[in-house]
């Protein structure tokens, strides 16, 4: 492709509204154009070749350019492209929820089909406070999350996440939605050890349903590691005590593992078998289908299905999506977790994780890096330049912006969160490339610490 064509693209693009778009940069926009995957790469239309750092959205879990999901999509195109879910079924979507039964923790053997991360969230949430309508318990509507988590664009998803520049001009429900703080270890006290912290934080919740009622509190939500938080993560205890705090008082556990689930930390589902809980809701998405068609869910576990069956109401869940359950997305989750499952992924992420996250420890001698974090196939290298001065949301995007264009410049596609970069490649990355991708990650924080350091905001010495 020619730069020309290139640039006729970008203007285009411009065009396109993108999410999280910056109202400042509408029209003028010069956005790389990515025109190939394969594997664990991407390239531009420039043909540079990048590493997927962040696995398109931390998504892309089998890698680009897998012929047998492009087989596996068109066979169901050929077959059926649509059918309407509302009174009619499917094979891929009826499969499908036979798998996703029996992949899943404990009693989770219903599966509500939506259109992505967001929806699966908002519908979670609906369901519970429908549920509580049939029990007779309007006023349980309330819902507990947490600083800096993230659950999504919709209204009720946003609503739920903590970050509170996502909330700055864009409205969201107040009267029912309460935050607490993050048990992020990074921000652990150094005279607190890790349990005392922990008990700090689970007690939070107690408190936080005591204040709001627990007659009133419907569900606490939390994502297992507060992923676009910046990899935050809490003590091991932390959500096995959060569960039983909310048993105690009648408050449906939401686990969102959007990001977790479909192999990023090992394992289908994270919350049983990396954090021991069984949670009454799990949401999903993004891994299902690798991000080859767009899909979410949230699975719901039978005690609360018969909860509902027990009352005679009549009622419907008057919820749903044109595309619930749609024949080709769930069909390209049946390949995928087909491809997961022969090809031993989980295990391979297993294996390979340890390797990962050692290798991004190393960079802990570079002198703006504040902290290195992770679990499985995901991490978070934090940068800070605000040294001996008050630190300063500028200087943090500063950093994090210059590493970005670094990194890419080198042939690595980073996420920069502020001044964090969050890796979270596809699974089937290889050790070698692990080492390409620090390597390179390390090049790229090195080069922006020379730009600050010309530039005069920040200095080594």
Known sequence: MTTKQTQQ???????????????DSIGSNQRTVVTEGDGVYITDSEGNRLL??????????????????????????????????????????ANLAEKLASISPGDLNHVFY????????????????FRNNVLGQPEKKHI?????????????????????????????KTDTFHHISSPHLFDKPAELSEEAWCQQKVEELEQKIIEVGASKVAAFIAEPILASGG?????????????????????????DEVVTAFGRLG??????????????????????????????????????????????????FSNGFTYSGHPV??????????????????????????????????????????????????????????????KTLSLDYEIGNRIDQHCQRLGLLVRPIINMCVMSPPLIITKDQIDEM???????????????EKDGLWSNS
């Not at 420890?361 to 978070?380: E, F, H, Y």
């Open 329 to 390: 997305a769930c069909a390209a989750a049946l390949k995928n977790i087909e491809i997961i499952e022969r090809e031993n992924i989980l295990q391979h992420v297993r294996d390979t994780a340890p390797y990962f996250q050692q290798q991004l420890q190393t960079l802990r001698d570079l002198p703006i890096v504040s902290d290195v974090r992770g679990v499985g196939l995901m991490a978070c290298v934090e940068c800070d330049i605000n040294k001996g001065r008050q």
């Open 52 to 93: 997927d750092g962040p696995a398109g959205m931390w998504c892309v879990n089998i890698g680009h350019r897998r012929r047998e999901m492009a087989d596996a999509i068109a066979e169901q195109i050929m077959a059926l492209t649509y059918v309407s879910p509302w009174s009619l079924t499917n094979a891929p979507a």
């Open 144 to 172: 507990i999350a947490r600083q800096n988590g993230y659950h999504g664009s919709t209204y009720l998803a946003a609503s739920a996440s903590g970050k509170t520049r996502d909330r700055n001009y864009l409205d969201v």
């Open 114 to 129: 939506t259109t992505g991360g967001s929806t699966a969230v908002d519908s979670a949430l609906r369901f519970v406070m």
């Open 438 to 452: 620090v390597g390179k990650l390390r090049q790229g924080i090195q080069m922006a610490m020379q730009d600050v």
């Open 231 to 255: 990899v935050q993560l809490a003590p091991q205890d932390y959500h096995a005590a959060c569960l039983g705090v909310c048993h105690k008082y009648d408050v449906v556990y939401i686990s």
């Open 267 to 316: 394992h289908f589902f994270a919350s049983k078998d990396v954090f021991d809980i069984e949670p009454d809701i799990i949401t999903c998405a993004k891994g299902i289908t690798s991000g080859y068609q767009p899909l979410g869910a949230f699975l719901v576990s039978d005690r609360l299905i018969e909860s509902i069956q027990r009352v005679d109401s009549g009622a419907y």
């Open 9 to 23: 693209l970008q203007s285009g693009d411009n065009r396109f509204l993108h999410p999280w778009e910056s109202i």
